[in-house]
């Protein structure tokens, strides 16, 4: 997770224009592959194809969806293998950007073919899909974390000494 958004919580716990930064904490996405055979999902990677290329998205508590253009022949000859060789399952549905989005969502990727995604053009994108994308609250998602920042402040607090992150 980015440090500016643990500087937002500092800035929480010492008060310091809590109402503000409280609006500043990002929700955080998580990708779901759901599974046919059971009522379990898995995994945090999804593929589709846009422009005749294969795209990743991973997501795992990010704060943001971006999709990365993936090597030729690699979803279909490594990924899918690979994820149902580990899962047991794998992706079934691979949709096509062209047929789901309006052109002017399709972006222009950056010189290493990644290109973000707002979490509305990834629900487009995987409507009526084997894909779920679940958007957490930032301090819902880390709340044991934020818990023992609050604990730290708390203490610092009561010492008479502000809490202070650092980047590690």
């Known amino acids: 997770m980015a440090p500016e958004f643990f500087l937002v919580w500092q800035a929480l716990v010492n008060g310091d224009d809590g ?14 592959l759901h599974r046919s055979d059971t009522p379990d999902r898995t995994g945090r990677a999804v593929y589709f194809q846009a422009g005749g290329e294969d795209y990743a ?3 795992s ?28 399952y794998a992706q079934t549905i691979i949709p096509c950007l ?32 084997d894909v779920e994308l679940e958007a ?19 203490h610092a607090r009561r010492s008479g000494h502000r809490l202070h992150l650092r980047q590690v």
């Not at 503000?20 to 955080?28: G, I, K, M």
């Not at 957490?136 to 708390?154: C, H, K, N, S, T």
């Open 136 to 154: 957490i609250p930032f301090a819902a998602a880390f709340a044991r974390e934020l818990q023992d920042l609050a604990g730290a402040a708390a």
């Open 98 to 129: 062209e047929g789901a989005l309006p052109e002017s969502w399709v972006r222009p990727a950056d010189e290493e073919g990644s290109v973000a995604i707002s979490a509305q053009a990834f629900e487009d994108l995987f409507a009526g899909s």
């Open 57 to 59: 998205v991973f997501a």
């Open 19 to 32: 109402g503000a930064a409280a609006h500043a904490l990002p929700t955080v996405y998580r990708v779901w």
């Open 61 to 88: 508590l990010s704060p943001k969806l971006v999709a990365r253009r993936l090597p030729a022949g690699w979803l279909r000859e490594k990924l899918l293998p690979a994820q149902k060789q580990a899962t047991g």
